[in-house]
């Protein structure tokens, strides 16, 4: 069985400063892990996506995300933080194995302060 | 290229009364989610469709909620009768392959349900 945990609900930096938001996994096969991105009042967007290629995965706005078997970790980072970044991030595995139902974490909720 | 499309936007009820939400995803993709995302929290996988069978239902409360994407394109999800806590955010999603783990979903704009 898999699942997803993000270990903050809330990260709170300043603009220009250094973003980390943490997902752990556990998976039984190889999987898909996936961060989207939710700001106020739209949809969800891919940020980026690992599938077993490139252990480090560039997205979209500046994010990275590296995936750990080690540890079953995929940290999102972002090397400075901007204030379009403030929005709820969601860390979401896929198993694989012949499963392909995604589960989500809870969300980390990013303030980015002037 | 068009996005997931979603109606209602908004949905205000009483407990008890029934509705139904509306999802038409982006052309051509084989897969169809709904999700229920409860304030604070993050999605919950309701019913995965693949062209027009179900992958996964596990999660839905199917003594009140039901689905059905018929021919494989356009699909829709009803709530019969609800409850105060079915008030929540509905997302559909879509993406592009069947039985593929690495793929990308495109999200709807959701529908809004407030029970009162």
């Known amino acids: 069985a898999q699942s997803v945990t993000q270990l903050d609900s809330h990260v709170s930096v300043s603009e220009g400063t250094p973003v980390l938001l943490r997902c752990n996994y556990s998976?039984?096969?190889?999987?898909?892990l996936f961060w989207y991105v939710q700001h106020p009042n739209k949809g969800l967007q891919l940020l980026l996506k690992?599938?077993?290629?490139?252990?480090l995965v560039k997205g979209i706005n500046g994010f990275e995300a590296e995936f750990k078997k080690s540890e079953t970790s995929f940290h999102l980072t972002k090397p400075s933080a901007h204030m379009s970044d403030a929005a709820e991030y969601f860390c979401?595995?896929?198993?694989?194995?012949?499963?392909?139902?995604?589960?989500f974490g809870r969300g980390t909720s990013l303030i980015v302060h002037p | 290229e068009a996005g997931v499309a979603q109606s209602p936007r908004y949905k205000i009820i009483e407990k008890r009364q029934s509705v139904a939400f509306w999802c038409n995803p982006i052309?051509?993709?084989?897969?169809l989610y709904w999700y229920q995302q409860i304030l604070g929290q993050g999605p919950k996988l309701l019913i995965q469709?693949?062209?027009?069978?179900?992958?996964?239902d596990s999660q839905l409360p199917k003594d009140r909620f039901s689905a059905e994407r018929l021919k494989g394109v356009d699909s829709t999800l009803k709530i019969q009768p609800a409850k105060l806590e079915d008030s929540a955010v509905y997302l559909c999603?879509?993406?592009?392959?069947?039985?593929?783990?690495?793929?990308?979903?495109?999200f709807g704009p959701g529908t809004r349900l407030t029970v009162l």
């Open positions: 979401v595995v896929s198993e694989g194995g012949g499963s392909y139902i995604p589960t």
């Open positions: 469709f693949q062209n027009n069978g179900v992958v996964d």
């Open positions: 052309s051509g993709h084989a897969t």
């Open positions: 999603a879509s993406s592009l392959g069947a039985g593929v783990n690495s793929d990308t979903q495109y």
């Open positions: 690992y599938t077993s290629a490139a252990t």
């Open positions: 998976s039984s096969y190889s999987p898909s």
